[in-house]
């Protein structure tokens, strides 16, 4: 059975671009959230799609964006980009909306 | 709104010494509580799911139990290998079924 995964594992922007990050669910997971997660901090909710639908968004202003796909992929999109954005940006799936969440191993976003 | 606090933030032991790690919470109805262990660089990796107060889960050296306010991570005997930074998260029953994180515990085993 495959796991979460995330592309691309590092990625390096220059403030104001956009960028695009990319989660494949686990097989059979229809529920895909994303963190952020800062340095020395734990993971903060971003927002959750449940089959294809957006199911719930965190403190997170408009210019973070997503999409689920219907093979339940995902993508997480972020526009004009900030040095705070800087961070580790986990995806996570699960079978259900109700059901424990298994994470992948994050992309790590470094914005200059 | 939410909160899961973490104690202590960081924990040195020697191998074999056994501790205890805190999580402490208010959430609005409680679904779940969820351990999860971070190596550096890597995403949470799930360790245990508790659903009601009295509840226990072990597993390994790990054991997690839960209160009406606290859950604790029990580690027995612990390894150099269980050096790890734990999380603790707490699910809700209303509103988004997000996790919400405490900053977690980084613990050090030393051989």
């Known amino acids: 059975e495959t796991g979460v995964t995330q592309s691309p594992t590092h990625l390096i922007k220059t403030r104001g671009q956009q960028v695009t990050l990319r989660c494949s669910s686990q097989s059979g997971h229809n529920t895909v959230s994303w963190y952020q997660q800062a340095l020395g901090q734990g993971p903060q909710f971003i927002f959750q799609?449940?089959?294809?639908?957006?199911?719930g968004r965190g403190n997170f202003p408009p210019r973070f964006s997503g999409l689920q796909f219907p093979n339940y992929s995902s993508e997480l999109n972020v526009n004009a980009l900030e040095l705070d954005d800087s961070a580790l940006y986990l995806c996570?799936?699960?079978?259900?909306?109700?059901?424990?969440?298994?994470f992948g191993p994050g992309t790590r976003l470094t914005v200059t | 709104e939410d909160q899961v606090t973490q104690s202590p933030e960081a924990l040195r032991l020697q191998e074999g010494e056994s501790s205890s790690l805190n999580c402490s919470y208010t959430v609005s109805g409680l679904r779940g509580l969820f351990w999860y262990r971070q190596d550096p660089g890597k995403g949470p990796e799930f360790l245990f799911t508790?659903?009601?107060a009295g509840e226990e889960k072990e597993k390994e050296r790990l054991k997690a139990t839960l209160t009406k306010k606290e859950s604790f991570l029990h580690i027995t005997a612990p390894k150099p290998e269980d050096s790890a930074t734990y999380l603790c998260a707490v699910q809700a029953f209303q509103g988004a079924q997000k996790l919400v994180f405490g900053q977690g515990t980084r613990l050090t085993i030393n051989p």
């Open positions: 508790l659903y009601s």
């Open positions: 799609y449940y089959r294809e639908e957006e199911n």
């Open positions: 996570a799936s699960s079978f259900d909306i109700m059901r424990e969440q298994y």
